[in-house]
């Protein structure tokens, strides 16, 4: 069937240009030049159309497949929870922000944030040192976390809880 619908569409182009072709000798070169520069136009904005489209796509797997890293349905619901069930993630639809939940509680974090974070749990070191590094990261980037996450120090069990967690079930590719 698309070569049929691939032929129709040659069929009209050839007809249209058959047209065209026949109403230049009547044209003047005004005329001329108007339909040279609108063809030229309509080429240029194919080639955007294009461009945009491709665009979308590439940003669109992006997005799946960090969702995918992430573990986050379509629904943007987290499958896994932690052991102590205090954390789980959702995500938006688009997968530009992730929520993380503690309790009755949520924290809003930026796809960016989200890789930030889990390389970081993913990174090398000890346990203590994964968690000194991820609670300087929410010191100096996200202190609001704090209200929402009580951590005092690296020592902290809430903190080594939502290390554990990010470090189970969550990932990034690349």
């Known amino acids: 069937m698309p070569k049929k619908t691939r032929v ?37 904005n194919m080639q955007v159309d294009d461009l945009n489209k491709a665009a979308v796509a590439e940003e669109n797997a992006s997005r799946a497949a960090l969702a995918k890293a992430a573990g986050v349905t379509g629904r943007g619901q987290k499958v896994s929870k932690s052991p102590e069930g205090q954390f789980r993630m959702s995500g938006t ?45 929410f010191d100096r980037e996200r202190r609001d976390a704090f209200a929402v996450i009580p951590m005092a120090d690296k020592f902290d069990n809430h903190l080594k809880a939502l290390a554990a967690f990010l470090k189970k079930n969550l990932n990034v590719h690349g």
């Open 93 to 137: 639809e688009s997968g530009s922000s992730y929520y993380l939940h503690y309790r009755n509680n949520e924290i809003m974090f930026s796809r960016n944030e989200m890789i930030r974070l889990v390389k970081i749990v993913k990174g090398e070191g000890t346990d203590l040192e994964i968690r000194e590094r991820l609670y300087n990261w």
């Open 8 to 44: 129709k569409k040659d069929a009209r182009q050839e007809s249209l240009a058959a047209e065209l072709s026949s109403l230049i000798p009547q044209l003047d070169t005004e005329g001329l030049a108007f339909l040279v520069e609108q063809a030229r136009v309509h080429v240029y």
